[in-house]
């Protein structure tokens, strides 16, 4: 078969397909979330709005430090795939979780290499929302228009939060239960938030029982994964609105073909080069399962998981003169003026000077390490 023909059946094959369905909409998908690039005409045939698109000026995410954002989305994709893999398998009730996770590991082939990737991922996926929402803090996308992409990159790390933290929760071993158990104390204390993440998740107790965990996969697996999706879909369509945070609008010299290939293969490598640390982290640092969780036996030297560590050296640090309730007000406070960054007074003017931002994310970065320090020691 001669390469005409074969592109003459793929031709007809498309042409068949698009008399049917709106490819162009299903494929305009892929721009709300970076994959392709460019934005397309979903009232026109995809053949008619991918050649308009590579006659217009395309802008790029696959190059540092906008690749931060999709490599959001190539990471929470990762996760899910994995997760429905494992959910196969899983059983969430407390008698039946541990063990099942045993199975996964010792009896289902490459289980043990899908879990290990799963737990990478989710790592890697909250570092790369930290390294996002600092950068945006530098770059001061929180400035007038973008505020909103601001605060969607704030909830889309506080999601990522509560991800790890469901996910954690389910695997039933000593040291999960009751790092979940010390986070659980720490949501506890926190006015409003506590109270109603605490009454989700069961009742108002600091302890997982059976309702608590099936809530906590019920989170894990369905409802937060909608909410980071939605957030990502959010933040993408702003970017398409608005531009990139560098210069507003700017358009990349070339346009067309060349500048898709480029970015298909940029994409590649980034994907490759990606795939490659989550497949080393699992083979060479594997995360071994603990011995199963005794809700009446407390394992020494167990704190909240490393990202709750600030916030618990806070109130460890202040227990001495403030009330609980208090320091927890106070951290409520705070995370919710981060959150409404861009309509606090003074942050609505211009960019100010690169130095005055440079020393006012070191000193937050220096409080937080500061206070995560204490955390651990406290523990």
């Not at 289980?111 to 929302?129: D, M, N, R, T």
Request: some cysteine; proline content about 6%; overall charge positive.
């Amino acid at each position: 078969m001669t390469k005409e023909t074969m592109k003459e059946q793929e031709s007809g094959l498309l042409d068949w397909f698009s008399s049917r369905l709106n490819l162009t909409e299903i494929f305009s998908l892929l721009t709300s979330y970076g994959i392709f690039h460019a934005e397309l005409d979903n009232r026109k045939k995809i053949r008619e709005a991918i050649a308009e698109a590579k006659a217009q000026p395309m802008p790029s995410y696959d190059q540092w430090p906008r690749v931060l954002g999709l490599l959001a989305v190539v990471l929470l994709l990762i996760e899910i795939v994995t997760g429905a893999l494992l959910a196969f398998y899983y059983l969430p009730t407390p008698q039946t979780a541990r063990a099942s996770i045993a199975t996964i590991l010792r009896d289902v082939d490459f289980g043990w290499f899908v879990h290990q990737i799963h737990f990478w991922g989710a790592q890697l996926l909250l570092a790369v929302s930290i390294v996002r929402v600092i950068r945006f803090l530098i770059r001061g996308v929180y400035r007038k228009p973008r505020e909103l992409m601001w605060i969607f990159g704030v909830l889309l790390l506080l999601v990522c939060f509560h991800s790890d933290l469901t996910g954690r929760a389910l695997q039933m071993t000593g040291t999960s239960y009751w790092s979940s158990v010390r986070a659980l104390e720490l949501v506890g204390s926190i006015p409003i938030y506590g109270s109603l993440m605490l009454f989700l998740l069961g009742g108002g107790e600091t302890v997982i029982t059976e309702l608590t965990l099936i809530r906590f996969y019920l989170l894990h697996v369905a409802l937060l994964p909608f909410g980071a999706i939605t957030l990502i879909y959010l933040h993408f369509s702003g970017v398409r609105r608005l531009g990139q945070t560098e210069s507003g609008t700017q358009a990349p010299p070339t346009r067309g073909g060349p500048v898709i290939r480029s970015h298909l293969l940029n994409q590649a490598i980034l994907f490759t080069v990606l795939f490659g640390i989550l497949v080393s982290l699992a083979v060479l640092a594997p995360v071994p399962l603990g011995d199963a969780a005794d809700p009446y036996a407390t394992v020494p030297g167990v704190g909240p998981p490393w990202y709750l560590l600030a916030p618990f050296g806070f109130l460890e640090l202040t227990a001495g003169f403030l009330p609980t309730w208090v320091g927890g007000t106070i951290l409520f406070l705070a995370f919710t003026a981060f959150v409404l960054l861009p309509f606090l007074p003074g942050f609505r003017g211009e960019s100010k000077g690169w130095l005055l931002k440079f020393l006012v994310v070191a000193a937050l970065l220096t409080v937080w390490i500061f206070l995560t320090i204490y955390g651990a020691r406290v523990v």
